[in-house]
């Protein structure tokens, strides 16, 4: 069975640090793309980045490119989704998934969420 | 980038009544487009891929069609669980979202 599981809720003042998981398994890790996907407090889907945990290649938004940092450790099956500095904007739930591609229409599972609440 | 401009933002209606939702992509995109519900605090659910294939255990009620720029999601008979939100999602050239429609009861 497929799953994504990712790390739990948390609560940061603006200007910390974070890094959220999103851990795989039951399928090549390898072998999809993983994104992270931003679903701001009664607003819409939008999607961040993805990564190829394969090679690492790594293809983002503009919206977000700067901002936050996609990476993955392929040794764990593990994407994160990394910020330096947050603001209170970034309070949303973000989701990881592993998207249908081109190629494999029939591709998609999706992580149960994180909370990420940024509050002074 | 690729831009997914979906209509209506938001429907009243009733139960038993057909709904149709539709995206329109900024380019051709052929058939790489599905559909996704998304319910209060839940993940959201694909219903259609490849614009008009059914997901497995998606109910019969629900189909998609289209290709090229205009998709169009339809619901033959609102059902009481179906009120939810649903968006579209492209993924030709990287991934974009369609701002969403929400589905509620009149």
């Known amino acids: 069975e497929v799953q994504l599981v990712q790390s739990g809720a948390e609560v940061k003042k603006p200007g910390e640090s974070l890094k959220i998981s999103c851990k795989a398994s039951g399928y090549s890790f390898t072998s999809y793309w993983i994104a992270w996907v931003r679903q701001m407090p009664g607003k819409g889907l939008e999607w961040m980045g993805s990564i190829y945990p394969g090679d690492s290649d790594t293809r983002g938004s503009p919206s977000f490119q700067g901002h936050v940092t996609i990476s993955a450790d392929k040794s764990i099956s593990t994407a994160y989704l990394q910020w330096s500095s947050l603001k209170a904007s970034d309070t949303a739930i973000y989701y990881c998934?592993?998207?249908?591609?081109?190629?494999?229409?029939?591709?998609?599972?999706w992580g149960q969420g994180t909370l990420v609440t940024v509050s002074s | 980038d690729i831009q997914m401009t979906q209509s209506p933002s938001s429907l009243s209606a009733s139960v038993g009544d057909r709904v149709t939702i539709t995206c329109r992509a900024s380019q051709g995109i052929r058939n790489d487009l599905g559909w996704y519900q998304q319910k209060p605090g839940k993940a959201p659910k694909r219903l259609i891929y490849?614009?008009?294939s059914l997901q497995s255990g998606v109910p019969s009620r629900f189909s998609g069609s289209g290709s090229g720029t205009e998709f169009t999601l339809t619901i033959s008979s609102l059902q009481p669980e179906d009120f939810a939100t649903y968006y579209c999602l492209q993924h030709n050239n990287l991934w974009t979202f369609g701002q969403g429609t929400k589905v509620e009861i009149k």
């Open positions: 998934a592993s998207l249908p591609v081109y190629d494999k229409p029939w591709w998609d599972y």
């Open positions: 490849a614009a008009s």
